[in-house]
């Protein structure tokens, strides 16, 4: 056999082999964009909980100089109720609804607390306003890091060539997480 022979084989092993490792890195980065964004979203969601958890002490702080805002503090327990029944589910596009409710009533909670300086000046209260608004940048930087690899992962699954790979082996479309923060800035203490 001479080297000339040989050619025809190459040619058809790269003809074979060239689509199937394109194919193969496409996939591989399909996954890991995927994989990426599961990431993104449980620090999102450990942000969340962290919030969860400081609602009730910020309603308890409010409740007691506020005892007549009763329909306010409700409003907030149940939102907050909502966002746990919901957190889990597994999409922020399921999530998202219960968090822009529970970012309003708190705004809310805090905008009627504003009423009363007493507790504008409690430093428990002033404390879990301080945490909320960490609580709230953090939140907000998860999510931004969430919806730069949502989008990074649907464009990879909308743009052509890659595009084929995705509908191929069933990439789903993610939806990015909108949420408007609960507290942007912490109130200054009026004395």
């Not at 009627?112 to 409690?122: G, M, S, V």
């Not at 609580?135 to 931004?144: G, K, L, V, W």
């Amino acid at each position: 056999m001479n080297d000339s022979s040989f050619i025809p084989w190459i040619i058809g092993a790269a003809i074979i082999l060239l689509p199937a490792v394109w194919i193969l890195i496409q996939y591989n980065s399909l996954v890991a964009l995927r994989n990426h964004i599961k990431e993104a979203w449980s620090n999102i969601d450990t942000e969340l909980k962290r919030r969860y958890e400081l609602i009730p002490n910020l309603v308890q702080a409010v409740k007691g100089y506020a005892a007549h805002e009763k329909e306010v503090l409700e409003s907030v327990i149940r939102a907050r109720q909502r966002c746990l029944e919901t957190s889990g589910l597994g999409s922020a596009g399921q999530q998202a609804p219960a968090e822009q409710e529970m970012s309003r009533q708190v705004t809310n909670l805090l905008a009627r607390a504003e009423a009363y300086p007493d507790l504008k000046a409690d430093q428990n209260f002033l404390q879990l306003q301080r945490e909320l608004v960490i609580t709230e940048d953090r939140i907000q930087a998860a999510r931004r890091f969430f919806n730069g690899n949502v989008r990074d992962y649907r464009n990879k699954c909308e743009q052509f060539p890659s595009s084929l790979v995705a509908k191929v082996f069933s990439f789903q479309p993610e939806e990015y997480f909108d949420v408007d923060p609960a507290v942007r800035e912490v109130p200054k203490a009026r004395f």
